[in-house]
């Protein structure tokens, strides 16, 4: 079930469609994507592929898979970015992306500090020129599909 005026859900709904920076890897109940518009490289965002807008609806199979996907993701990112740990986070609040998500970020050994922990959301309000570009998008994304659809 998607849902008008829900971003995630439009993504859903024309999914054949969509670059592989978007559909990174799926299942029957999630699908990864890149972020857009991170300074980040290898930001994923973990959507259920139906419409959720607060934790506690997630069946009890998408409960189940919720944590092996944080967990495959979180060693994906670390082979393929060299991350030292991945964060993980689940807010949903921003206007046309009620839809329940996880973050999951790849915390670089060299992030400065000021950026470590929740302020890695600034990463998130960078200039255009600063941000994460379609083709270093879709390169990222081809390196983790082939790690996490094998």
């Known amino acids: 079930m998607t849902t008008p005026n829900c971003y ?4 859903e709904a024309r999914l054949d469609g969509l670059p592989l920076s978007e559909r990174i890897a799926l299942d029957r109940h999630w699908r990864v994507a890149h972020a857009f518009g991170t300074a980040l490289p290898g930001w994923l965002v973990l959507l259920p592929r139906r419409h959720v807008t607060a934790v506690h609806e997630l069946t009890d199979a998408e ?48 992030l400065s500090e000021d950026l470590r922990g929740p302020r890695v959301f600034e990463l998130l309000r960078r200039p255009a020129p600063q941000q994460v570009t379609p083709d270093l998008m879709d390169k990222i994304a081809g390196s983790l599909h082939a790690r996490l659809m094998c």
């Open 8 to 11: 995630a859900c439009g993504q």
């Open 63 to 110: 409960a189940a898979t919720l944590g092996m996907w944080q967990v495959r993701l979180s060693r994906a990112l670390h082979e393929v970015t060299g991350c030292v740990k991945t964060y993980v986070a689940q807010f949903a609040e921003l206007e046309g992306f009620g839809h329940v998500h996880f973050h999951v970020m790849p915390r670089m050994a060299e």
